[in-house]
């Protein structure tokens, strides 16, 4: 977050035919969502007491919060092993990760029946040191709280030496130089709530070892969950920087991306081996000779999200190519994506559900207006604020 970036406000139109649809998606997801408050779960879901989670805690909560991991992993990978040299990939990701835990928040308070109860959690009255699911709320508001903080000198940056607004410009200045004295810690602060968290979601299913499948389920649930969050950071700031620069017709930043790809092979090759081992020492790997929905759709998660981009991303023209590269990182977001979906939906099965759960209209319309408002969002900030580096050259649109 230092001022060396030279980080500016990207020069381009707002409104485009791109941001109307996405405005359309969003006021689409913003009518459903009305009816899901005004009467209920029941009538907006098909969710019900054998189901009582669906996609809007399998991909809003859980999978946006594994994506946002691009946050924690390049501010330890800067601040904390001193890579300086890829600064200018750290703001685009801190604002993917805080809209990223922002749109969570939305999803969830979609989610839970007494959304108006979602401020409990910060009063000490309401604490339940028992509870998993608890530690994850805690722990993704502070994070969210501290993704705030380190957004603030973007912010600042912008008003700072504004003339026609002095007084604005004082204050961000003063603001400015005191939460940059104190970053680190915020810095540190990130990187061990996310630790935290990543890992904590994945145990709140270890407390339902009969419901969920065997494939999946294992006391190392959070560890895995942690590995693959780890795993999928990197490739989420690559496909974010890449899809911003062809958005923006802009160069991508090739001589950085394909460095920082290097690294993920390690963190892929660690995630892959705990999910052997794992399978290897609980003697699992048996119900992989029937077939069933749960093996193909675990089979489909290890080979194209974890096995193929690994091996795609040991070779140097893959690394090399900006389209080969975006692809290989688009499969791992894909299995780390799926991972999550599988764990909340395929694998858990309530024994005694009458019926299958699928989503409904209204659940499938929310979580896309989730995510096209985060789209919209990025779009909005990045105009408006120095988050992108400028590069040498456009790309010809």
């Known amino acids: 977050m230092t001022s060396h970036e030279h980080a500016a406000p990207v020069a381009r139109r707002l409104l485009t035919p791109g941001v109307l649809m996405l405005l359309a998606l969003v006021g689409a997801a913003m009518i459903f969502a009305i009816i899901r408050f005004a009467f209920g779960l029941s009538v907006a879901t098909n969710l019900d007491q054998q189901h009582p989670w669906g996609i809007w805690i399998a991909i809003d909560v859980a999978t946006g919060v594994a994506l946002a991991a691009g946050g924690f992993t390049s501010a330890a990978l800067v601040y904390v092993f001193n890579r300086n040299r890829f600064h200018s990939l750290v703001r685009p990701a801190l604002l993917t990760a805080m809209l990223g835990y922002t749109f969570v928040g939305m999803g969830l308070m979609a989610d839970l029946g007494r959304y108006y109860n979602i401020w409990h959690p910060a009063l000490p009255s309401m604490w339940q040191g028992n509870s998993v699911l608890f530690e994850v709320g805690m722990c993704v508001m502070c994070y969210l709280t501290v993704l705030y903080i380190e957004f603030l000198p973007l912010v600042c940056e912008r008003f700072i030496g504004d003339t026609g607004r002095p007084r604005l410009a004082r204050l961000c200045a003063r603001i400015d130089r005191v939460v940059r004295r104190t970053m680190f810690v915020f810095i540190l602060a990130g990187v061990v709530l996310s630790c935290l968290h990543q890992s904590s979601l994945g145990h709140l299913m270890v407390i339902a070892p009969t419901k969920m499948h065997a494939l999946w389920y294992t006391p190392l649930l959070g560890l895995l969950f942690l590995l693959s969050a780890a795993a999928v950071g990197f490739p989420m700031i690559i496909v974010e920087s890449l899809w911003s620069s062809w958005s923006f017709s802009r160069q991508p930043e090739m001589h950085l991306l394909r460095e920082l790809a290097r ?25 992989l000779r029937t077939v069933s929905p749960q093996t193909v759709c675990f089979g489909i998660e290890v080979a194209a999200g974890v096995v193929l981009p690994l091996v795609m991303l ?29 764990v909340f939906l395929v694998a858990y099965q309530p024994p005694f559900a009458e019926r299958a759960y699928f989503p409904s209209v209204g659940e499938i319309v929310v979580t896309t207006g989730l995510m096209a408002g985060l789209v919209l969002v990025y779009r909005v900030i990045v105009t408006y604020l120095p988050v992108l580096t400028p590069t040498s050259r456009s790309v010809a649109t």
């Open 263 to 287: 690294f993920i092979p390690p963190l892929l090759g660690v995630y892959l081996a705990f999910i052997i081992g794992n399978m290897a020492v609980r003697e699992t790997y048996g119900e």
């Open 314 to 342: 040991l070779m140097d023209r893959v690394r090399r190519s900006p389209r080969l590269l975006l692809t290989a990182c688009l499969l791992i977001v894909f299995g780390v994506a799926f991972n999550r979906i599988n």
